[in-house]
């Protein structure tokens, strides 16, 4: 089985990338943020191998560059270079090569799978892997139950801290960057699972308000969507409070 992890997207022509979250699958397997990374599952050994693209030395003169042996001692994982990736699933006397090739039900959009030129001499089925893994991840282990608990918690103390800073006369993105600064200082939170959300007033008629930007007033209502990302675990928790921390007779 060949699995291919999210890439690296440039901002424009810039030389700056977006902040990437790791394909769910990917991670949801092998446990590795790090982008630009392909994984492969050989069945008959029952082991796993990590392709990591080839470190660009001159690069550790301003950044974290990490080599074969980093990312083993990291995942644990037996670590190839992408560029070898085709020797090496060769050597493996590979006959077939599977893929997560399937469709999310809501959004409509294809997982992500590997298409490199060199699959081309190999059967490739792109049938039989995602509804077995679509299965496997309905079942939780207990740890996963456990990291969904700790992104829970979060989530709720972050909505609290929110609450704590909200007031009349401050930005809606001020208290959406309380929220989101609780779970980096506490959780380690560096990627938000969706965008935010703080509106006040006729804002929160919007079902996926953006902006943000509006003032807080007097006796309005507070909605805010947020949640929190630990370990691949996504937190979605909607709250209703009032601009000044008393709900009036109406309100209520």
């Known amino acids: 089985m060949l699995f291919k992890g999210k890439e690296d997207v440039v901002i424009d022509n810039t030389d700056e990338e977006y902040a990437v979250r790791q394909e769910s699958f990917f991670y949801y397997l092998f446990g590795v943020k790090e982008v630009g990374c392909y994984a492969c599952i050989d ?43 085709e020797m090496v699933v060769e050597k ?28 081309e001499k190999y ?11 679509c299965e496997c991840r309905v079942i939780k282990s207990p740890q996963e139950i456990e990291i969904m608990r700790v992104a829970a918690k979060a989530g709720v103390e972050c909505h609290l801290e929110a609450m704590k800073h909200c007031r ?10 309380k929220l989101e600064s609780y779970g980096k200082e506490n959780y380690n939170t560096d990627i938000q699972p969706y965008l935010g959300i703080v509106a006040s007033g006729m804002g929160a008629a919007t079902l996926h308000y953006r902006l943000n930007d509006k003032l807080i007033e007097e006796n309005e209502l507070i909605l805010c969507d947020c949640g929190q990302l630990i ?14 921390g008393k709900f009036t007779p ?3």
């Open 43 to 85: 069945i008959d050994k029952e082991e796993i191998t990590l392709f990591i693209p080839t470190p660009v030395l001159a690069h550790k003169i301003f950044m974290v560059v990490y080599d074969k042996g980093d990312f083993e001692k990291m995942y644990g994982t037996r670590t190839e270079y992408v560029k070898d990736m």
């Open 92 to 119: 493996m006397g590979t006959k077939k090569i599977y893929v997560n090739y399937g469709k999310n039900s809501d959004s409509g959009l294809t997982t992500l799978v590997p298409e490199e030129k060199w699959m």
């Open 123 to 133: 059967p490739v089925d792109k049938d039989a892997v995602h509804p077995i893994l």
């Open 168 to 177: 009349p006369g401050v930005l809606e993105s001020y208290v959406l960057s």
């Open 231 to 244: 370990q691949g675990y996504a937190s979605d928790i909607t709250t209703t409070f009032p601009s000044n």
């Open 250 to 252: 109406e309100q209520k």
